[in-house]
């Protein structure tokens, strides 16, 4: 086990520093010159060049990269080129609304999947299945910001139970901050607990044909015995490969929604910084975020092995 | 005493009959053998005393165990008496056991669901039952997970589960189909131990009638969801009443008439030597990689028109032997030759036309969505200037003639054929471009004995018609021995013995042949039988 997980540490090393590289590479090619940018088209070359010597872009692309990298080992992310302010504060002032909002919102979404995966698979084809199967394939297409939009008009303007938007900060305390959240959390869950449920219910009939549920059954385990104690560990495997990939996409993905509830997250940063060419911004919050998603492959890596003993062996 | 008696039990499945009037009983300590080809019913009426059957499952009739109607108890009555009133052993031991769970853990769930007892008291009995079975704590410890064990291995522990709570009857479905013949041995001993230990009644399902022969007290004789003929196993085998019975018992025992071979060395596949090694995962970053060698040193020849067997337990090389003579891998040193250029994987088309194969499934290895005309002149490929138009056409109407089928089936997809039929095509597929050696890698194995009496005939007369030289890989030795003029005995990748088949299986020299031999199940002698048969009735 222990082996295993180093083997999956050093992994995560590897795609880390490969990806810093492409990141980098990608970014440095994209047209626009921020100094340029920054001074307006009437700029006098001796002041963009003045400018790119005090944002350090004159110097060689090698040592920036070398510069940006170790700047992020030791947690200095440079200072953004429009703002002027450190990108470290900036990322954490934003990380602070969408982290909880992405673990509200995966909280939410497996907590409604996963009980409706295994209500649908324990009766198959019967008009359970059915409803839960057809309000999945409804949270599958509609559109993730009407149905906020939605919220907003039921929750927010008519009954007046939540807020329309804005985030209060955490000052305000714990619970009426996670308030706040809550209906983008919603909006943000909905779906994906949807795509959840399904694979879910999927894997559960997998599982649920296999030959050592009928060994569970002949134990004399009831149905629902067997799909308990025998089924559901099983079928984990799949549910947590999306898990994983729903985790990644609600950090990062959630610009839309982060627009409709004027949320300060990093969606937003990220959009306001490539339009302002504040490119040591955008290096770090994508660097930020391929390393949020390599880390969750990694914990979901070393959930795959919790669940099934055969990864433990395998080297 | 009868302990379960079964009277008049039908079943249906939605609209389709499945059993019809199937009565028969077992009584304490007895071993009673349920028999038949595959869609007689067999397994059914095993599911329907469990009563875990299909939900559009319709059963009628009575299914007693001491007096007890299961078919009128309640589905919360039924799960107290499966585990411990009756234990289930299944065919597939690889997939029996749930993977993520302990082996002790899985023994002593059976206890826990069905007794009051503490989880250090079921420990303490599960370890004993897995000892019972001969699976030793010392040595394997209860915190195992199956993938940790053999198929062997693993079946002693579904058996430790069924029979954790000493049930009265145990039911055993085809409990040693997928092990090797050494492993089956060593079960069905165990079986029985267990039967006359516990008085336990046993019901166990077979399709082959060798396994039972010698074990079995009565046996049952299944076609089509009927019972044919029961009766206690001597008298059956004596006197054969039902014409099903003797053609099942004549087609287990199948011999053909292989023509002679040709004389003279005219050596067409020669392996010299031959090494194959598989990299093993590192044990340590950076250490050098370990190697398994799946084939070890291995050389023979074989002749035009000659008929090679190979024999061997799962896990002996078989398999990787046969993917380097169709050049498929690499070897590692030694050489392979066929008819007199070098086999591997760069090999010319024109080579590979000489070898072609038939693969044991008859239902995995065809493309679903292909009509059997594009199915068997896929080896064309490999010709420089393949038939068209009528010339193909000819071909493919003399291929499937020569396999037994109509030119007509040409236009067919796979689905519309049986196993037996799809095996024929495979064979007709092999045919095709008249390779010079044919490899049947296991290509009777999934068959049913009359279905398989009639592939082993087709075979024999292409021998005939066609002067196959083959190579037939099998772990039934009874096969090999009918189809084969000279025999290889392969163990841990290397060839322990090799010879003239006849003098092989009747003067191994070799302690592991003779292993083998012994532990493959025979038929009985029927002149024997018949003498005796009367005496008691």
């Known amino acids: ?98 982290l909880p909002l992405a673990l509200y919102a995966l909280a939410l979404s497996t907590l409604i999947a996963f009980p409706a995966g295994i209500y649908a698979a324990a009766r198959r084809g019967k008009p359970g299945d059915i409803a839960v199967m057809g309000a999945t394939q409804l949270g599958v297409a509609v559109p993730n910001f009407w149905f906020a939009m939605m919220l907003v008009l039921i929750f927010a303007i008519n009954l007046r139970w939540f807020s329309a938007g804005g985030f209060p900060g955490w000052d305000i305390g714990f619970f009426l901050a996670l308030k706040s959240l809550t209906l983008p959390a919603i909006a943000l869950a909905l779906p994906q607990s949807a795509i959840l449920a399904r694979v879910m219910r999927s894997s ?112 | ?118 989880p250090d008291r079921a420990k303490e009995q599960a370890r004993d039952m897995l000892s019972r079975v001969g699976l030793p704590p010392d040595r394997f410890p209860l915190s195992r997970y199956p993938h940790e064990l053999s198929g062997g291995q693993r079946q002693r522990v579904v058996i430790a589960m069924a029979i954790a709570l000493r049930p009265r009857l145990l039911i055993a479905d085809e409990p040693t189909t997928a092990l090797d013949v050494t492993t089956q041995a060593q079960i069905l001993d165990l079986l029985k131990e267990l039967v006359a230990e516990f008085g ?76 194959r090694d598989y990299p093993l995962p590192r044990t340590r970053l950076f250490a050098p990689r370990e190697h398994h060698r799946a084939v070890n040193d291995i050389s023979f020849t074989i002749h035009n028109g000659e008929r090679v067997g190979l024999v061997g337990e799962s896990g002996c090389g078989k398999s990787t032997l046969t993917r380097a003579i169709l050049g498929l891998e690499p070897l590692q040193s030694g050489d392979i030759t066929a008819f007199g ?27 679903p969505r292909h009509r059997v005309s594009r199915i068997i002149t896929e080896p064309f490929h490999l010709l420089p200037d393949p038939p068209g138009g009528a010339d193909r056409d000819t071909a493919i109407a003399t291929a499937l003639t020569a396999v037994g089928l109509s030119p007509s089936d040409a236009t067919k997809y796979i689905h519309e054929f049986s196993g037996g039929q799809r095996q024929r095509i495979a064979i007709a597929r092999a045919l095709i471009i008249r390779p010079k050696l044919i490899i049947f890698d296991e290509a009777v194995s999934a068959l049913d004995v009359s279905i398989r009496a009639q592939i082993l005939d087709l075979i024999a007369d292409l021998s005939r018609s066609h002067t196959l030289s083959y190579l037939f890989i099998s772990h039934d030795l009874s096969v090999v021995r009918t189809v084969t003029d000279r025999v290889l005995v392969m163990k841990s990748g290397e060839i322990v013995e090799q010879g003239v088949t006849e003098q ?18 025979v038929l009985p002698d029927l002149s024997h039988l018949k003498e005796n048969s009367h005496v008691p009735a």
Request: with cysteine; aromatic share 6%; hydrophobic share 50%.
């Open chain 1, 1 to 98: 086990m222990l082996r295993y997980a180093l083997k999956r540490a050093l992994s995560l090393l590897i795609s880390l520093a490969i990806a810093s590289l492409v990141i980098f590479l990608v970014i440095e090619v994209a047209p626009g010159d921020p100094a340029s940018y920054m001074l307006g088209i009437n700029a006098q070359p001796e002041t963009v060049a003045a400018l790119r010597a005090e944002l350090g872009l004159d110097v060689p692309k090698m040592q920036r990269y070398l510069a940006w990298v170790g700047g992020m080992a030791r947690g200095d992310f440079g200072t953004s080129y429009t703002y002027r302010t450190p990108v470290g504060q900036m990322i954490a002032d934003r990380m602070w609304v969408s």
């Open chain 2, 200 to 275: 336990m009644g046993l019901m166990m399902i077979t399709h082959d009638l060798a396994v039972v022969s010698d074990m079995a007290d009565r046996i049952i004789v299944m076609r089509q969801g009927e019972i044919v003929e029961q009766g206690e196993t001597r008298a059956l085998f004596g006197e054969m009443k039902h014409p099903y019975t003797r053609a099942l018992f004549e087609a287990s025992g199948h011999r053909v008439d292989l023509p002679d071979a040709p004389d003279g060395p005219d050596p067409i596949l020669a392996v010299r030597n031959a090494v």
């Open chain 2, 504 to 521: 092989v299986f009747s003067n191994p020299q070799h302690p592991y042949t003779q292993t083998l031999i012994a532990a493959a199940p």
């Open chain 2, 341 to 367: 250029h070098p086999v591997g994987p760069a090999m010319n088309p024109a080579l590979r036309a000489g070898l072609q194969v038939v693969f044991q499934d008859p239902y995995g290895s065809f493309n």
């Open chain 1, 204 to 315: 559960l009939l997998d599982i649920l044909s296999e030959d050592f549920m009928r060994t569970a059954r002949a134990k004399g385990l009831s149905r629902r015995q067997a799909l308990w104690r025998h089924g559901l560990r099983n079928a984990l495997i799949p549910v947590l490969t999306i898990i994983g990939l729903q985790f990644s996409f609600l950090l990062a993905g959630g610009i839309i929604i982060e627009q409709v509830f004027f949320l300060p997250g990093l969606g937003r940063l990220i959009f306001q910084s490539i339009s302002a060419r504040d490119l040591i911004v955008v290096e770090s919050v994508v660097m930020l975020l391929v390393f949020s998603v390599i880390l969750v492959n990694f914990l979901v890596d070393l959930a795959y092995a919790a669940v099934d003993p055969r990864l433990r062996s395998r080297t």
């Open chain 2, 1 to 118: 005493m009868t302990l379960l008696s079964v009277e008049n039990l039908s079943l249906n499945i939605g609209d389709t009959p499945i059993l019809r009037d199937v009565s028969f009983t077992i009584a304490p300590g007895e071993i009673v053998a349920v028999t038949g080809e595959s869609g007689s019913g067999k397994s059914m009426t095993a599911f329907s005393v469990m009563q875990l059957l299909p939900e559009a499952a319709h059963t009628t009739g009575h299914i007693r165990l001491n007096d007890q109607d299961l078919l009128s108890l309640s589905e919360p009555q039924l799960c107290a008496l499966r585990g411990n009133d009756i234990g289930m052993v299944f065919q597939e031991p690889m997939t029996a056991l749930n993977p993520v769970k302990t082996i002790g853990a899985q023994v002593m769930e059976t206890i826990l669901i069905h007794t009051a007892m503490t």
